[in-house]
Nanobody, 128 residues
């Protein structure tokens, strides 16, 4: 059974930082894309960042570019999202996703339907 478990969410003031972690088990994701998505109340789930399997290659949503950094530790089957300069607009439930598209591009990497496995989500709340 594949499990993906997020951690690191919480309440932070605007301008602060949080580090989200997603630990996967049940299969190895080293050769497939992993990503972070988020969903705010009343809104659709949106792409945040993605990282290709072994060999690099990252994409970011324009709204987080320069503030968020996605990284992965294949030895630990983990994907990290470092979030800096947070704003209230970043408030959402953050989900990690694994088993992403084999044909990894700017477009396929940001499609929720391209990922096979999802975590349960972790709440991030940024106060003004």
């Amino acid at each position: 059974q594949v499990r993906m478990v997020e951690s690191g969410g919480g309440l932070v003031q605007a301008g602060g930082s949080l580090r989200l972690s997603c630990a996967a088990s049940g299969r190895t994701f080293s050769s497939s894309a992993m990503a972070w998505f988020r969903q705010a109340p009343g809104k659709e789930r949106e792409f945040v960042a993605a990282t290709k399997g072994s060999g690099g290659g990252t994409y970011y949503a324009d709204s987080v570019k320069g503030r968020f950094t996605i990284s992965r530790d294949n030895a630990k089957n983990t994907v990290i999202l470092q979030m800096n300069s947070l704003t209230p607009e970043d408030t959402a439930v953050y989900y990690c996703a694994g088993g992403g598209p084999t044909y990894y591009t700017y477009y396929t990497s940001r499609s929720p339907g391209a990922y096979d496995y999802w975590g349960q989500g972790t709440q991030v709340t940024v106060s003004s």
